[in-house]
């Protein structure tokens, strides 16, 4: 069940069979359905969720009802208000399935302990946000660099499946356009 | 001389007498004068600094030739191109300071020597790497949700000193804003 994200996690540091089997002991599953939410703002984020399959959105309501996305969870990727989950306080954010996705959940109460016996988890989640970190820097670098349309293209050049598979005005949201923006580049596209 | 460095630390994880003699006789101190180079684009990013005082930006040069600042390091603060760091391959990065400046170098060649016999600065960089991740994503949040006016309010509403610090066309290059924007906003604010 858990075998993409111990996978996963052996591309960063090993695992003897004792750490596999006490993390797999600990992880929780869970199957969510199509707009079913792991997180909604107001509560805290008591847990990190590892995407097994399907897409998660994580997105915050602004003031005028208009939902904005800040990132997609893809399998392999975490999800999580970090600083909601670490301080224990209500997080902005809202995490929602967008199609039936399967997560592995590792729960705030049990962190520590697992860290404490499995160190090297410090440094897989060092890596992982490291990562992570570098990747939103360059997406902020993106975002000032390039026009709307240079942005799409270039989103639907690195992830092509991933345009098919999200609603146009989620994409367009993550991308910080409107939806009939993408419509116009799709039909020039299209031309 | 790394008094804040520990102190910085020692607020994410206890160090014990050893390990902060350690730490300090395998970081390296370097005063960097007013638009002193730490890192130009097409060379190895090969260490992480902390700023001690002073400030860096980190930009990469747009087609056009012009800099698009990515972030600035304000005293407490880590700079590195990760990506560049832990593959060894080129950055696409400089990173410059913009005014005398302070650092603490911890280089690449040492890092897993130094990580293998203080464990803990595994935790200590997963903590400050979450923080600064969760930060950028929250940035990418006001990015969208803001008008360029809002964002610079925002801005000098949270760093008020820095604001007053550093050139204005760099402050405009990091929000994505033009100087003649800000000077707008500065006279509207002024009368």
Redesign the interface.
């Known amino acids: 069940m858990y075998e993409d994200l111990l996978n996963h996690i052996e591309k960063y540091i090993r695992l003897n069979d004792a750490e596999r089997q006490l993390l797999v002991s600990v992880m929780r599953y869970e199957k969510v359905p199509k707009k079913g939410f792991l997180l909604k703002s107001g509560k805290v984020c008591s847990s990190r969720f590892f995407v097994l399959s399907g897409c998660l959105r994580?997105y915050?309501i602004?003031e005028n009802e208009v939902e904005?996305i800040?990132?997609f969870g893809l399998p392999g990727w975490w999800i999580c208000?970090?600083?909601s989950f670490?301080n224990n306080q209500p997080s902005e954010y809202c995490v929602q399935a967008t199609e039936v996705s399967e997560v592995a959940i590792l729960d705030a109460a049990i962190q520590e302990d697992l860290?404490s016996k499995i160190?090297?988890l410090?440094?897989y989640?060092?890596?992982i946000?490291?990562?992570?970190?570098?990747a939103?820097?360059t997406?902020?670098?993106l975002?000032?660099?390039m026009s709307g349309e240079e942005r799409y293209h270039q989103f639907a050049k690195n992830f092509p499946d991933f345009v098919q598979r999200v609603p146009q005005y989620m994409l367009a949201s993550f991308l910080?356009l409107t939806p009939e923006f993408i419509s116009i580049i799709r039909a020039k596209k299209g031309k």
Chains 1, 2 share one sequence.
Do not use: N, T, V
């Open positions: 994580q915050i602004k904005q800040i990132q208000d970090h600083h670490e860290f160190p090297s410090e440094r989640f060092r890596l946000f490291q990562r992570a970190y570098d939103s820097l997406r902020i670098g975002e000032y660099c910080g």
